[in-house]
């Protein structure tokens, strides 16, 4: 089993910066990728950002393209979002989750593990 705990949501006020965090902990795969996705209410869950662990491979979603960067801390077993430039269409909850494919893919489907989520509040 994969553990996945997000922390670091809140309030910001537009034009704001977060930064998520995502522990990963319990027995992981030998190679694997790491994905952010948000849902909004009535919305469907998003693609945010992804990149393999490990490795270089990076992508992201198209509305958060230039604004976002995912980044990790090995030793800490963290990913890290770095959000900047949020505007209120930003707010949802977001979630890590983890693939063991070894693309960092765009599709929540392909993912297996699944953390809480974390609120993200964009104020005008």
């Known amino acids: 089993q994969v553990q996945l705990v997000e922390s670091g949501g809140g309030l910001v006020q537009a034009g704001g910066s977060l930064r998520l965090s995502c522990v990963v902990s319990g027995r992981t795969f030998s190679s694997y990728a790491v994905g952010w996705f948000r849902q909004a209410p009535s919305k469907e869950r998003e693609f945010v950002a992804a990149f393999r662990w490990s490795g270089t491979e990076r992508s992201y979603g198209d509305s958060v393209k230039g604004r976002c960067t995912i980044s990790s801390d090995n030793a800490k077993n963290t990913v890290y979002l770095q959000m900047n430039s949020l505007k209120p269409e930003d707010t949802a909850v977001y979630y890590c989750?983890?693939?063991?494919?070894?693309?960092?893919?765009?599709?929540?489907?392909?993912?297996?593990?699944w953390g809480q989520g974390t609120q993200v509040t964009v104020s005008s």
């Open positions: 989750a983890v693939t063991a494919a070894t693309r960092p893919l765009p599709s929540a489907t392909m993912y297996d593990y």
